[in-house]
């Protein structure tokens, strides 16, 4: 349930201009001279199977919103993605019957309480702690500040390498924290029996939003998100008339309705009344057993491509954002354009090539990868993609954290003796230094 991958594209033009050269060539097959000399019969046959022929490609024409000659069908919007071939009215008319459905199953079952009652007035609450604690008349911070979250479970990993694999990746996590005067809160406590795996990070948001009004924005990590780049800053400025960022594509999600339209492992949320309203609309599918698994039941109804289980936080998300696009979707940013968290699979084979080609913090993209993302291998719980092995996923991971590290360790001189070994060695007779070498003994010549 974890594997989050790359949405392919989904819109498919239609070619109209192809179907009306086919009528044409249908239309021709019988010219009038094919009935000279034959029978009456024949003459009939023949008639019959070319008027037959016209109604087909007239009802397929029909049928498939297209145009041939003088049938002209308009159609509402364009068909969607799933076993249900359905117009954006139909869509909505489903969707609100099913968010209806599911709002009641809520309603019936035990209150949610986790998060004690909703927070009224939190935007003039937050501004009045910051002017107290900035002495700003604004009650706004001089400079966006960040908290990074991330959690772990406080159980040892069923993998004897995990434990091992966490460290480094919350290590990594420090490092780029303090490279960018960032805040970093980890979490390896057990919250609550009920919302556990992916749904305690709606907990610990909402529980950091309210005891640290003077932060800006808070950024989930999932403890399998490694920085690749670490010199390569979030660009906040691009995202202020949002509330809410994470790796996502608009017409997987809208268009399609797809459940692995975005990622939820990464994200970051803005400290705000939006924020605080939209998790509580978020949070109330979690608690594990029976609200669980009955609001799954929803998000399949409600989301094509999913397939059956208990809610989980990605599909949850998506649902919120399809249901109600005006109130959430529209604050929710997806960006596609850098890996604001990018999958594993199609990066860490060329951090080699990376190196050798480009520089880190002026991309984010493919060629130096901002945050790569090791969704599916469950390193500590053991449930691993069965698309690949333990041994891949601990060997790739190992090669990402290195290729991070160097960018820390260069600057006092040191570099991993190779991305496969945590072993470090000086830099001097590295490729760079050989290369400075070469060029400071040409000069002299």
Not at 390 to 413: K, P, S, T
Request: proline content about 4%.
């Amino acid at each position: 349930m974890r594997l989050r991958a790359k949405v392919q594209e989904y819109g498919r033009s239609r070619r109209v201009t192809n179907m009306k050269d086919d009528g044409k060539k249908t239309q021709t097959l019988l010219p009038s001279e094919s009935f000279r000399g034959r029978s009456f019969q024949s003459r009939v046959v023949y008639g019959l199977c070319f008027a037959a022929s016209v109604c087909i490609i007239g009802l397929w024409c029909f049928t498939s919103n297209s145009s041939l000659g003088i049938f002209t069908v308009r159609s509402s919007g364009p068909r969607q993605y799933g076993p249900k071939q359905m117009t954006p009215e139909e869509i909505k008319a489903e969707l609100a019957e099913i968010d209806m459905g599911l709002k009641a199953f809520l309603n019936s079952s035990k209150p949610f309480t986790k998060f004690g009652p909703p927070v009224v007035g939190w935007d003039k609450t937050r501004a009045d702690a910051i002017r107290r604690s900035t002495n700003s008349s604004s009650g706004v911070n001089p400079k966006p500040r960040i908290m990074i979250i991330t959690s772990s479970h406080p159980k040892k990993c069923e993998n004897k390498q995990g434990d091992q694999m966490l460290l480094k990746s919350i290590k990594n996590k420090m490092d780029y924290a303090r490279l960018h005067g960032i805040e970093l809160y980890y979490n390896m406590d057990a919250i609550d029996d009920e919302m556990t795996s992916w749904w305690v990070k709606t907990f610990l948001t909402h529980m950091l939003m309210k005891q640290h009004p003077e932060i800006d924005w808070f950024w989930w990590m999932d403890a399998d998100a490694i920085f690749t780049d670490m010199t390569f800053e979030l660009p906040l400025e691009k995202y202020k008339n949002h509330n809410m960022v994470m790796h996502g594509w608009e017409d997987a999600v809208y268009d399609r309705r797809s459940w692995l339209g975005l990622n939820a492992g990464v994200f970051i949320l803005r400290n705000c009344q939006w924020s605080m309203d939209m998790l509580h609309a978020w949070a109330p599918m979690s608690p594990k057993g029976k609200v669980r698994d009955g609001a799954g039941k929803f998000l399949t109804k409600a989301l094509p491509d999913r397939g059956k289980g208990e809610a989980d936080d990605q599909s949850g998300l998506v649902y919120l954002m399809v249901t109600d696009r005006e109130r959430w979707g529209s604050k929710v940013f997806l960006e596609s354009d850098y890996y604001f968290q990018g999958y594993w699979r199609v990066i860490t084979e060329r951090f080699e090539e990376m190196m050798d080609k480009y520089k880190p913090g002026l991309y984010g993209d493919d060629r130096w990868p901002f945050v790569t993302h090791f969704c599916g291998c469950e390193f500590c719980c053991g449930s691993i993609n069965p698309e690949y092995t333990v041994d891949q996923c601990l060997m790739h991971m190992e090669r990402a954290v290195n290729f991070a590290d160097n960018q820390v360790i260069n600057r006092y001189g040191f570099q991993h003796k190779t991305l496969k070994t945590p072993e470090v060695v000086p830099l001097t007779g590295s490729k760079n230094q050989t290369t400075s070498a070469k060029l400071k003994a040409k000069k002299a010549v």
